[in-house]
């Protein structure tokens, strides 16, 4: 009974298994597809996954995906400066742009404080994040994490830390789905949690 593929197959079956969200069956689902694609089709995907390693790297002021630093979105002067949004990941910044809600600047932790996968304060992108509370034209932080147990101890954390700063820090209103990440909350309901924001 062959429970594996033959070589280059299995290798590419593999490496979509190893992915997140995908799982065995779609791993094997997509590496047939490809197998039956075009040759330029597969290129494609491999270019643009080289491409994605070599250009994209992450802004040194907040920590979000760029191909140049300081990303976009900090070197913008048309963007309210005096505010920042805190998010976990580069993912977050999208869902909060696409409310249209929101003019001010981010700062992208780079995850959440989970004690059981021994992600603690020091490994998140914190210590650049006073770095730019050092600037008084920032009046606000808003504390945007994931509405689950490890956005929250990272909200209480942010909280107890940057309020005794001088500035204001609020956190999302409640309503959205609880246990779930950012990205699964439409765009109407997260921008009222912008809009609805409340001190922290
Ligand atoms: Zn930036």
Redesign the pocket.
């Given at each position: 009974m062959a429970l594996a593929y033959d070589g280059a197959i299995q290798r590419l079956i593999d490496a979509f298994n190893r992915l997140p969200g995908i799982g065995p069956k779609g791993a094997q689902r997509i590496a047939f597809y490809l197998l039956g694609a075009d040759a330029q089709e597969a290129a494609d995907l491999a270019d643009a996954i080289a491409e994605v390693k070599a250009k994209v790297r992450f802004?040194d002021?907040?920590?979000?995906v760029?191909e140049s630093?300081?990303?976009p979105?900090?070197?913008d002067p048309r963007r309210d400066h005096t505010v920042i949004c805190v998010v976990e990941e580069p993912k977050d910044v999208m869902s909060i742009e696409r409310t249209r809600e929101y003019r001010g600047?981010?700062h992208v932790l780079g995850g959440a404080i989970n004690p059981m996968a021994n992600v603690g304060p020091s490994d998140l992108n914190i210590a650049n994040l006073l770095e730019r509370l050092k600037d008084d034209q920032v009046k606000e932080i808003i504390l945007a994490l994931d509405p689950n147990i490890e956005g929250e101890a990272t909200t209480t954390y942010l909280s107890r830390l940057l309020s005794p700063l001088g500035v204001k820090v609020t956190r999302l209103a409640s309503g959205l789905p609880v246990g779930s990440d950012l990205e699964y909350a439409d765009e109407i309901t997260l921008g009222r949690a912008l809009a609805g924001r409340r001190e922290a």
């Open positions: 802004c002021v907040c920590g979000n760029c630093s300081p990303c979105i900090c070197a600047l981010y």
